[in-house]
């Protein structure tokens, strides 16, 4: 079987989580047996490595990529190039004739926002499979970034469009801009709208990660599947973790550093538990509050982005802060704290990791920003609690095991020959 790995990214590029478990996924797959064709953008993507490679340029455009990763740019802004997004022809029929001479069987697709919705279109008699990791489906904007009190279920176009306005507006004229750009993106985007919807029929089969996408899935017309995105690391028995243990009592914070993920936060928990314990926090990131966040003075050690050696900072931690502001679709954050027996405290607003949090017992849900401090204490002086959550973290981790989460979807594949 050939199957067609579709996203905007693919390994060596690795811009989060998503782009590291499709590059072990495809090499679980081809180890299998299966033959993995990848398509993505262009953008320093000289190699998909050792797999074959088809680059996709799927519009004009070359705009600043907002996270700030050196080299990648944005081919596509939802309401503003809906021609290259939807009515691309030319890269369609470039696209049929690479899946007639490939001989694709089964296209799999993680995300279209930069690569276009081309690949789908082109799919004519194809299966399609559609992994869903974030909410491009129903979001024009993706992460409901703006939705404030109607979250999740805003179903207006205009609304959409005044949001879309501010996201692409720079921060100091947004309030100006935005409502003199809704009108043209009304427009724009209900015609993506109605575009986005009739291909999103198409795939044979939609997965997600979690219950809480499935719901808003659901609710917008999409029928799914949840499976996880796996922990890619080998589960080790936490009770087999060699712990460092000190009189400091370490929080870890994992993410990018920026308001969204509740990094800003950091500085206000840490004055409210100056005095009360003896604690440091540890920060694993980069982004805008770097420089800000850096404060030994308030025992905020920021140690920049750290790959498999971060896990050396989750042997020595305490508990974890996961503080997204946003509904996330499930947090692979989560995930690594489960595997270290470690308690995680998140939100009850965001979203996937919330529910996996809430699920597995694998920490304490905050009901505001102000309840944080007293999750903290209560992991801090509990030991009870710390023990249950540990054994919790120790069975239900399992469930995230790469192994049986890409035979899964191998039996996915495997029906659709």
């Not at 797959?29 to 996709?56: M, R």
């Not at 920021?302 to 050396?312: A, D, I, P, S, T």
């Not at 309840?371 to 992991?379: F, Q, S, Y």
Request: proline content about 5%; charged content about 25%.
């Amino acid at each position: 079987m050939k199957i067609g790995f579709v996203n905007d990214h693919f390994s060596p590029i690795i811009v989060g989580g998503l782009e590291l478990f499709i590059k072990e996924l495809a090499e679980y797959f081809s180890q299998e047996g299966f033959e993995i064709v990848v398509f993505t953008t262009e953008q320093n993507q000289n190699s998909a490595d050792g797999f074959l490679l088809y680059k996709i340029k799927s519009s004009p455009f070359h705009l600043p990529y907002f996270h700030g990763v050196p080299g990648l740019v944005y081919y596509q802004l939802p309401g503003v190039t809906t021609p290259w997004m939807y009515f691309n022809f030319g890269l369609q029929r470039r696209l049929r004739k690479i899946y007639a001479e490939e001989k694709i069987d089964v296209l799999y697709i993680h995300t279209l926002r930069q690569v276009s919705f081309a690949p789908l279109q082109a799919a004519g008699n194809i299966p399609v499979v559609l992994h869903v990791h974030e909410y491009y489906p129903f979001c024009f904007t993706r992460d409901f970034a703006r939705c404030n009190k109607e979250p999740y279920m805003n179903k207006s176009i205009l609304k959409c469009a005044h949001c879309m306005g501010e996201a692409i507006s720079p921060p100091l004229v947004s309030s100006y801009s935005a409502p003199i750009l809704t009108p043209f993106l009304f427009l724009t985007l209900l015609i993506e709208n109605y575009m986005r919807r009739k291909y999103l029929k198409l795939p044979v089969e939609i997965i997600c990660d979690s219950n809480f996408v499935a719901t808003l899935l659901s609710n917008h017309g999409y029928k799914s599947k949840v499976i996880p995105t796996p922990f890619l690391r080998e589960i080790k028995e936490i009770n087999q973790v060699n712990r460092e243990k000190d009189d400091v009592f370490r929080i870890l914070f994992v993410g990018r550093l920026e308001r969204r993920k509740g990094a800003d936060l950091l500085l206000d928990i840490s004055q409210e538990l100056k005095g009360r314990i003896n604690f440091r926090i540890d920060v694993i990131g980069t982004g805008y509050l770097l420089d800000r966040l850096d404060r030994r003075d308030l025992n905020i050690y920021v140690h920049g982005f750290l790959g498999e050696e971060r896990f050396k900072l989750f042997e020595k931690a305490d508990c974890l802060l996961a503080l997204s502001r946003w509904p996330e679709p499930l947090g692979m954050v989560g995930q690594e704290a489960m595997a270290y027996g470690i308690p995680t405290i998140g939100f009850r607003g965001s979203g996937g990791l919330a529910e996996q949090i809430i699920e597995n017992g694998s920490g304490l849900v905050a009901e505001s920003e102000k309840d944080v401090v007293e999750c903290i204490m209560r992991i801090y002086r509990d030991t009870e609690l710390r023990e249950t959550i540990k054994r919790n973290c120790s069975v239900n981790i399992k469930r995230y095991d790469k192994q049986k989460i890409f035979k899964e979807l191998k039996d996915i594949f495997l029906k659709l020959a």
